[in-house]
């Protein structure tokens, strides 16, 4: 299993005439999973509910409020592994939260 980040200058399903474009696409792969299945609660953390076999959206505005999520995530992490994909998600919420209208897509197997 992992899970794929794609960001979008839109929505991705459409909703305007061109529909939305791919800004970036990574693949952080499985260490970015076991970072969120070992350290966050789905109770008590937004990253949390992350579908690992779904997808996941994100707007502008969500993106802004986890990133500080994903940082207390990275103090959490227990191998450089985990801390690169952690890195990568938050270069990924940090270039959301900045691009109004974004949206990070959270593409689960």
Same mark, same amino acid.
């Given at each position: 299993?992992?899970?794929?980040?794609? #960001?979008?200058?839109?929505?991705?399903?459409?909703?305007?005439?061109?529909? *939305?474009?791919?800004?970036?696409?990574?693949?952080?792969?499985?260490?970015?999973?076991?970072?969120?299945?070992?350290?966050? /609660?789905? +109770?008590?953390?937004?990253?949390?509910?992350? @579908?690992?076999?779904?997808? $996941?959206?994100?707007?502008? %505005? /969500? +993106?802004?409020?986890?990133?500080?999520?994903?940082? *207390?995530?990275?103090? %959490?992490? $227990? $191998?450089?592994?985990? %801390? *690169?994909?952690? %890195?990568?998600?938050? /270069? #990924?919420? +940090?270039?959301?939260?900045? $691009?109004?209208?974004?949206?990070?897509?959270?593409?689960? @197997?």
């Amino acid at each position: 299993m992992s899970i794929d980040i794609a #960001l979008y200058d839109g929505h991705p399903a459409g909703g305007r005439r061109t529909g *939305a474009r791919m800004l970036r696409l990574s693949s952080p792969g499985a260490a970015l999973d076991d970072a969120l299945a070992r350290h966050t /609660d789905p +109770a008590r953390h937004r990253l949390g509910r992350i @579908d690992p076999y779904g997808d $996941t959206l994100f707007d502008e %505005r /969500d +993106a802004g409020a986890v990133f500080e999520e994903a940082t *207390a995530l990275l103090a %959490r992490c $227990t $191998t450089e592994e985990q %801390r *690169a994909a952690v %890195r990568e998600l938050r /270069d #990924l919420l +940090a270039d959301c939260a900045a $691009t109004p209208g974004s949206r990070l897509v959270f593409l689960g @197997d």
